[in-house]
């Protein structure tokens, strides 16, 4: 799949600078089923929608660090509700640090960015290892403030992510508010499909296993879980790390 940028002047004059407001960009996606587009005079607000709500979507869905991250953050919290402050708490903050990038108020490296995202996974792994353990850790009593401030970070990597695709200067407000809007269904149904299945899995286990023997085996499967999360967090933050000097 490939996404292509139109730098389109509005009318027949030569194209403006950068810097213009005049000019906007047309972002199409080809793929093996979608080999040609038409080339609008104009992309509408409703285009650019549309086109930028489904890049949010894919953008999470295929994003494995940020998904990696929530599902750690669920393995931790367990319980429903928490979940949902959680997730809230990382979705408000990633949102703040989405639009202060993309609209040029706050800028960081990609790198660093990168690479400090992979280290807040593993830091939440090691955290599900503590709470297993009957480690009392401020990550396990107040996750909803871990994952404020380590939302925070992973906004930047979003924001990298939105500016290799570019924004259209006639539709910037629309375009970030529908790729976020993206990234948050998606994240959403994320969250849902690990709930469900989780769910079913301990309904599972439950009719199988005593009480005692079921709680043993679930904390058994988190703590899996975390060491395979924190395993290839600790690939990334050594292979991000290492492209600062390539």
Same mark, same amino acid.
């Given at each position: ?116 995202? %992979? &280290? ?5 792994? !090691? =955290? +599900? ?8 850790? #401020? *990550? $396990? ?33 629309? %375009? &970030? ?5 993206? !990234? =948050? +269904? ?8 690990? #709930? *469900? $299945? ?49």
């Amino acid at each position: 799949m490939f996404v292509v940028l139109l730098v389109m002047a509005p009318s027949s004059q030569e194209l403006e600078p950068p810097a213009n407001p005049g000019r906007f960009i047309q972002t199409e996606r080809l793929s093996p089923t979608r080999t040609s587009f038409v080339v609008q005079a104009v992309p509408g607000s409703g285009e650019v929608a549309a086109t930028y709500l489904r890049l949010g979507v894919e953008h999470i869905l295929f994003g494995f660090d940020h998904l990696l991250f929530v599902l750690a953050l669920v393995i931790l919290v367990r319980d429903w509700r928490r979940v949902a402050v959680t997730v809230t708490a990382f979705t408000i903050a990633h949102s703040i640090t989405l639009a202060a990038a993309t609209l040029g108020f706050v800028n960081v490296p990609g790198p660093p960015a990168e690479a400090t995202i %992979a &280290l807040s996974i593993m830091l939440v792994s !090691v =955290e +599900i290892l503590n709470a297993r353990r009957g480690k009392p850790t #401020l *990550t $396990a009593r107040l996750p909803w403030l871990v994952a404020f401030s380590f939302g925070l970070l992973h906004g930047f990597g979003f924001a990298g992510a939105l500016a290799e695709v570019g924004l259209p200067q006639h539709a910037i407000p629309v %375009a &970030l508010l529908f790729f976020n809007l993206g !990234v =948050e +269904i998606g994240q959403l149904a994320f969250v849902a499909a690990i #709930l *469900t $299945a989780g769910g079913l899995f301990h309904t599972a286990m439950a009719l199988r296993l005593r009480p005692p023997l079921f709680q043993r085996a679930v904390n058994r499967l988190d703590v899996v879980c975390a060491y395979a999360i924190g395993t290839v967090a600790a690939f990334w933050l050594i292979e991000r790390t290492f492209s600062f000097f390539a």
